[in-house]
């Protein structure tokens, strides 16, 4: 029996029995998240949440059973793949989250702008070097920075959307077949991107980056 006939459940598969295992309430949505497993990080889409699991899709999901860890801005949650279905997976939480502060990009983006005002007076008050003006992040600085990353990673995901439907269409797959899979790789580079502005400190998600490519163009010296 296939992972596709308990799509629209994060927990999986029914009970032994044939009684589907009691799940709390399910919210559907569209979300960029990223995944760390074994086989390193990757850019995902959350299809739907519940207190105590998600569907998740994209590529280089694990197979059921592995481990693995869910990040969405400054928010994270370990768990494990319960079911597997091509492109598309089950995870089971290791404990219950806040489906409202996952769902909110905003509360999230807010929480990293602050960190890093913490930062630098933190910063100042130790007596260092404050930074160059050009480059301090001002409470209103960190504000349109978090605005940014939210909107690169909005862009990441209306260019998924484009492709999935574009994919559908067998006579624009003859037609622009290279340029249809052009689409994937700028969307996880505007998922990296929205990544690295939200990140407090974001040399080790630089770092963390497996596309080489965009990795050296990132750490490039002037």
């Known amino acids: 029996m296939t992972g596709a006939l308990f799509a629209d459940r994060p927990y999986g598969p029914p009970a032994e029995g044939g009684d589907h295992a009691p799940r709390a309430p399910r919210t559907n949505l569209l979300l960029s998240a990223s995944i760390e497993t074994t086989a390193g990080e990757a850019p995902v889409r959350v299809r739907n949440l ?10 280089g999901l694990p197979a059921p059973g592995e481990r693995l860890l869910l ?6 949650i370990a768990g494990t793949c319960a079911w597997r279905d091509g492109n598309r997976c089950g995870v089971r939480f290791d404990r219950s989250i806040s489906v409202q502060q996952w769902a ?3 509360r999230a983006a ?3 702008g602050q960190q890093r005002v913490d930062a630098i007076q933190a910063t100042l008050r130790a007596g260092d070097a404050a930074p160059a003006a050009d ?8 504000v349109v920075i978090n605005n940014v990353a939210d909107e690169v990673a909005a862009a990441a995901r209306l260019i998924r959307a484009l492709s999935d439907r574009l994919a559908d269409d067998m006579a624009v797959i003859a037609a622009h077949g290279d340029a249809l899979q052009q689409l994937d790789p700028l969307a996880q580079t505007l998922d990296h991107l929205a990544r690295i ?8 998600v630089i770092e963390a980056i497996g596309m080489d490519d965009l990795r050296a163009r990132l750490t490039r010296r002037p």
Request: hydrophobic letters at 45%; aromatic letters at 0%.
């Open 110 to 112: 807010a929480s990293v």
């Open 104 to 106: 909110s990009s905003v």
């Open 197 to 204: 502005l939200n990140a407090a400190d974001p040399a080790p």
């Open 50 to 59: 519940s207190e105590g699991g998600a569907m998740i899709e994209g590529a």
């Open 135 to 142: 480059r301090l992040v001002t409470p209103g600085k960190a």
């Open 71 to 76: 990040r969405r801005a400054m928010l994270t």
